[in-house]
């Protein structure tokens, strides 16, 4: 089974930066999409950004398009999340996801999921 291992949350006043990062067990390019999600308290869980396996095709959910930047390092075999601009409502756990199936960010697609970092903007 893939493990998923995120890294990089915390503390950040609004306006800052934070890069996520997330180390995979495993060569994730087999898998069709891999992304990053996040849910805050009382909400449901949201896609924030997806980059295909197949081609390195990204996407970004309209809350986060322009501040948020999803790469990867093959090599590594790790998944970032660079968060510029950071406002409150940003606050949640952010957790990174392989889809063996889709490329899409619809968590019901993700079934190898890590245990999630905290990130928390507030002056």
Request: hydrophobic letters at 30%; one cysteine or more; glycine letters at 12%.
């Amino acid at each position: 089974q893939l493990q998923l291992v995120e890294s990089g949350g915390g503390l950040v006043q609004p306006g800052g930066s934070l890069r996520l990062s997330c180390a995979a067990s495993a060569f994730t390019l087999n898998f069709h999409g891999i992304g990053w999600f996040r849910q805050a308290p009382g909400k449901e869980c949201e896609g924030v950004a997806c980059i295909s396996g197949n081609d390195g095709d990204t996407y970004s959910a309209d809350s986060v398009k322009g501040r948020f930047t999803i790469s990867r390092d093959n090599a590594k075999r790790t998944l970032y999340l660079q968060m510029n601009s950071l406002k409150p409502e940003d606050t949640a756990v952010y957790y990174c996801a392989a889809s063996r199936n889709a490329y899409t960010t619809d968590p019901k697609e993700y079934l190898d999921w890590g245990q999630g970092t905290q990130v928390t903007v507030s002056s």
